[in-house]
């Protein structure tokens, strides 16, 4: 039986790197979740993919080119942590711009990925305000 697979898209998750460790935990936890929580696209990390030639001064574009030949090839751009204060990140966001890629957060594409539990997070953070304010339903 040849069934027709439905269309699954290739994202692209950018994340802050500069060869630290920190960033680099973050970007595994990021996409832990993300290829658990959502089977029907595949996700692509230039950390994970690149992040083992790391390349500074001179060499860091050269080693950027690498990644945003990576992201022409993507469906989606995420942009995660403190991506704007990321040379490589506002280059990748540039990039995806410049291609018409669509682009999100990663708070956005959680809750692109998981509707309901976006509007379960709505709904906690609105009755915690209201609790923070002194409001009551039954006034």
């Known amino acids: ?10 994202i692209y998750v950018a994340h802050p790197y ?14 832990k979740w993300l290829v658990l929580e959502d089977e029907s ?7 994970h993919n690149f992040g083992f030639m790391y390349l500074t001064g001179d060499e860091y574009q050269k080693g950027l080119n690498i990644c945003l030949r990576m992201l022409e090839q993507c469906d989606v751009l995420v942009l ?11 280059q990748e966001f540039d990039k995806a711009k ?5 682009i999100y ?3 956005e ?14 709904i906690k953070r609105f009755v915690e305000e209201l609790i923070k304010r002194g409001d009551s339903f039954y006034e």
């Not at 039986?1 to 290739?10: D, P, Y």
């Not at 696209?41 to 950390?47: A, C, E, G, Q, T």
């Open 1 to 10: 039986m040849n069934k027709e697979k439905e269309r699954t898209n290739l």
């Open 18 to 31: 500069g060869g630290l460790e920190e960033n680099r935990l973050k970007i595994d936890h990021i996409m």
């Open 41 to 47: 696209n595949v996700y692509l990390s230039p950390i």
């Open 80 to 90: 995660c942590g403190d991506w704007r204060a990321s040379k490589g990140c506002k």
């Open 98 to 102: 410049e291609m018409g890629i669509p």
């Open 105 to 107: 957060t990663f708070t």
């Open 109 to 122: 594409w959680k809750e692109h990925v998981n509707p309901k539990a976006a509007l379960n997070n709505k």
